[in-house]
């Protein structure tokens, strides 16, 4: 019986892990909002990506959206912590090239990647911001997978990301 208030503990953390994250935000360049809820029956792939001048966070999401349609049932979600001033400023120096570019979504304040518990602290550009990091949300918006990055130049790539995938599909198709 001295077990019980333990075991309860236990099933109740295992519980909130396994909750569907909801989150809404927005693009600054366009007004787009999206929704987890928007990609129901999707996995979705949250990128926490650095400050916007952060040339490591553009090759990073350009190979994740050059690449995106060899994952159809994946949604890629790119989040800055920059201000809309910021992040609309930074698209304005692409010219042309926006337009060609993938949406990028603002997470004001990192108030996802806190709530997601992505750690902070990491020294960039002469500021203290979350480290870089990818969520995958699986078509239910539980939470399957998490990837933090050391430092900058440590990211989830595409290729961990499609292998990653098909690992999480294999578990979790029905055994003859």
Same mark, same amino acid.
């Given at each position: 019986?001295?077990?019980?208030?333990?075991?309860? %503990?236990?099933?109740?953390? %295992?519980?909130?892990? +396994?909750?569907?994250?909801?989150?809404?935000v927005e693009a600054p360049a %366009?007004? %787009?909002?999206?929704?987890?809820?928007? $990609? @129901? &029956?999707?996995? *979705? +792939? !949250?990128?926490?990506?650095?400050?916007?001048?952060?040339? *490591?966070?553009?090759?990073?999401?350009r190979e994740h959206f050059k690449?995106?349609?060899?994952?159809?049932? !994946?949604?890629? *979600?790119?989040?800055?912590?920059? #201000? /809309?001033?910021?992040? =609309?400023?930074?698209?304005?120096?692409?010219?042309?090239?926006? @337009?060609?570019?993938?949406?990028?979504?603002?997470?004001?304040?990192?108030?996802?990647? =806190?709530?997601?518990?992505?750690?902070?602290?990491?020294?960039?550009?002469?500021?203290? !911001?979350?480290?870089?990091?990818?969520?995958?949300?699986? +078509? #239910? &918006?539980?939470?399957?997978? =998490?990837? *933090?990055?050391?430092?900058?130049?440590? =990211?989830? &790539?595409?290729?961990?990301?499609?292998?990653?995938?098909?690992?999480?599909? $294999? /578990?979790? +198709?029905?055994?003859?």
């Open positions: 019986m001295r077990f019980l208030p333990l075991l309860l %503990t236990a099933l109740t953390a %295992t519980a909130a892990l +396994a909750a569907p994250v909801e989150f809404t %366009t007004g %787009t909002k999206f929704s987890r809820s928007d $990609a @129901a &029956g999707k996995y *979705v +792939a !949250v990128h926490f990506l650095l400050k916007t001048e952060c040339p *490591v966070c553009l090759r990073h999401t690449r995106a349609g060899e994952l159809p049932d !994946v949604v890629p *979600v790119f989040l800055k912590p920059d #201000s /809309a001033d910021e992040i =609309r400023a930074w698209l304005g120096k692409l010219g042309d090239e926006a @337009a060609k570019q993938p949406v990028i979504y603002r997470d004001p304040d990192a108030t996802l990647a =806190r709530r997601l518990q992505i750690p902070d602290g990491y020294a960039f550009h002469g500021e203290t !911001v979350h480290y870089p990091a990818l969520v995958l949300l699986n +078509a #239910s &918006g539980e939470e399957v997978f =998490r990837y *933090v990055g050391k430092n900058n130049g440590d =990211r989830f &790539g595409f290729d961990q990301l499609a292998a990653k995938l098909a690992e999480l599909k $294999a /578990a979790a +198709a029905p055994k003859p």
